[in-house]
């Protein structure tokens, strides 16, 4: 080993010098590119709950992350070392989980529990009760656990604590590089940009687990506002989205509007270009198929700028926030597919109209419900029709068959399906769900 002074120790690796706010390119200033590169992983804070050895690890690599600017190779060690932290967290929240007990459920039917203090007492259990092929009581449920990362992930899901379905290939891609790591078979390199992502992944995982989903997250991101809006259209094939705030106070566009705009009042995701979840398909809006990118509640509609005006002053409906992942969408095959609809939607459809194969499919969005279904049509495409999650794709099968089935299928997951009739809606210009019934 070459042993090198203290001075060069302290200089800033070249390589960790070329990375900027603005990709690759000419070379940072050393004390420019220390405080960049810790920017990049200092909003990752643990919520307050975190078990503590999972947080110390945590805290541990955002300290050393920032020596990276020194040896470049300390990005590599530290996307490793944030890959082992997965395991971790999801044992330490499962400790917390058991309280001290957990249940396995023996082929016959009858239920054995034991007393665990450690981690090390579950795996030596799990150990023991996979060879009587005994399954852990999660709630309601059973499932394979062996003590080991894929036992804890299917623990997670079935206890709630992680969710969403576009979410889960990640989950995945990180136990594969934790394997990875574990069992190494060559050499590799992360860069700062890669390491800075994975502890940012791992970041939001640790507050999901703990019940605190992400702000703006990638994997895990908490509940959208939504915002009573206006949308409008005319026979030209104009349309629009505004603010209630818009109608309030008469404006710019009243004297020029003509007669034919109509107007339904709507409770929807804003839409601005460049954010991670704005509503980019609020055009598509439809009382009876889910073709708006996020849940959009039909209010009030459609009518005159000015009876929208009247129904907003005097019910002044109020904005909300909505969870948009794990939802269940019912697609209906009639010789050629619909788009997906709302359960609800569904139920109240008149019985002429609930003909033809019914898919319910849970999926974060209605397309990749409709892609799901679409797919399993080719028997090359690797998608499921059973009940369970697809390995080809981010959707869940639910349940197939006629309308009823379907439906049954649904409320054995949801419970009770409630039933809407509302009336029939949609803004007429189409990009994304031109084929509808």
């Known amino acids: 080993m070459e042993i090198r002074p203290l001075e060069e120790l302290r200089a800033a690796d070249d390589l960790s010098l070329a990375f900027n706010p603005y990709g690759l390119g000419g070379r940072m200033r050393p004390e420019d590119a220390a405080e960049f590169q810790q920017r990049q992983i200092a909003d990752c804070d643990l919520v307050d709950g975190v078990a503590a050895g999972t947080r110390d690890s945590f805290e541990r690599l955002r300290t050393v ?26 044992r330490d929240r499962f400790m917390e989980w058991c309280a001290g007990t957990v249940t396995f459920r023996l082929p016959a039917g009858s239920d054995v529990s034991s007393a665990v203090t450690s ?65 190494p078979s060559g050499h590799h390199v992360d860069t700062p940009v890669e390491a800075a992502r994975t502890v940012r992944d791992l970041a939001e995982l640790i507050n999901q687990l703990w019940g605190q989903p992400t702000r703006d997250g990638r994997l895990y991101p908490a509940p959208l506002r939504r915002e009573i809006a206006v949308l409008s259209w005319n026979g030209s094939g104009r349309s629009r989205m505004e603010p209630a705030e818009a109608l309030t106070v008469p404006g710019p566009a009243e004297g020029r509007e003509s007669d034919d705009y109509q107007h339904v009042v709507v409770r929807a995701v804003p839409f601005g270009p460049g954010g991670r979840w704005d509503d980019e398909h609020w055009a598509e809006f439809d009382t009876r198929y889910e073709t708006t ?38 697609v ?106």
Request: charged content about 30%; some cysteine; aromatic content about 8%.
């Open 332 to 437: 209906q095959d009639r010789g050629r597919l619909l788009p997906p609809m709302r359960p609800a939607v569904a139920a109240g459809l008149p019985e002429d109209e609930r003909g033809g194969v019914w898919h319910a499919v849970r999926a974060d969005f209605p397309d990749d419900a409709f892609a799901h279904v679409r797919g399993s049509g080719d028997r090359s495409a690797g998608h499921i029709r059973r009940p369970g999650d697809c390995p080809a794709c981010t959707a869940e099968v639910l349940g197939s068959g006629t309308h009823d089935e379907a439906l049954d299928a649904v409320a054995a997951a949801l419970g009770p399906v409630r039933t809407v009739r509302l009336p029939s809606v949609r803004l007429p210009s189409s990009i994304f769900w031109p084929e509808r019934a």
């Open 65 to 90: 992350f920032a020596y990276g600017v020194l040896c470049y190779d300390v990005y590599t060690m530290v996307g490793d070392q944030t890959l082992l932290i997965y395991e971790q967290a999801l």
């Open 119 to 183: 981690y090390d007492d579950v795996k030596k259990r799990a150990d023991k009760m996979s060879r009587q092929r005994a399954k852990l009581v999660v709630a309601a449920r059973t499932i394979e656990f062996n003590g080991m990362l894929h036992g804890l992930r299917l623990w997670a899901r079935a206890a709630g604590l992680l969710r969403g379905r576009r979410s889960r290939p990640v989950e995945d891609a990180l136990a594969k590089l934790r394997n990875h790591v574990t069992h």
């Open 293 to 330: 990118r996020f849940p959009t509640d039909y209010l009030w509609g459609p009518g005159s700028r000015e009876e929208a005006r009247a129904w907003l002053e005097q019910e002044r409906p109020e904005g909300d926030s909505v969870d948009f992942t794990d939802r269940v969408f019912l």
